[in-house]
């Protein structure tokens, strides 16, 4: 056979071993591959609400222990100044002679 026989019985051979291989390895049928897609979807959908309602969750109670914290460090800074505003009256009223 010449060059050019064997150049083309090469590309057939390799166009048909190509072809059978594609059709032995393709994906599943459109509907199925949308039916999985929608599925994986789903699932990462889920996933993120679930992790969007913790986060919410775990934000809501950090806000509510700083609120906390925040509430407490103010009470005690306030009663500390009212002892002091309370201690600097009554030094005030020893030194003018009051009672």
């Known amino acids: 056979m010449s060059r050019n026989t064997n150049t083309?019985?090469?590309?057939v051979l390799g166009a048909a071993v190509g072809g059978?291989?594609?059709?032995?390895?393709a994906p599943d049928k459109g509907e199925v591959t949308?039916?999985?897609?929608?599925d994986v979807g789903s699932r990462?959908?889920?996933r993120g609400r679930d992790a969007v309602s913790h986060a919410a969750?775990?934000?809501?109670?950090?806000?509510h222990d700083i609120?906390?914290?925040?509430?407490?460090?103010v009470?005690?800074?306030?009663?500390?100044?009212?002892?002091?505003?309370?201690?600097?009256r009554d030094a005030y009223r020893r030194e003018m002679g009051k009672p």
Request: hydrophobic share 45%; net charge positive.
């Open 8 to 11: 083309l019985m090469a590309f």
């Open 75 to 88: 009470h005690q800074r306030v009663d500390a100044a009212r002892g002091t505003a309370s201690a600097a």
């Open 34 to 38: 949308r039916r999985r897609l929608g």
């Open 44 to 46: 990462g959908l889920r």
């Open 20 to 25: 059978i291989t594609a059709l032995l390895l």
């Open 67 to 73: 609120d906390q914290a925040v509430s407490d460090g």
């Open 57 to 63: 969750t775990s934000l809501e109670q950090d806000s």
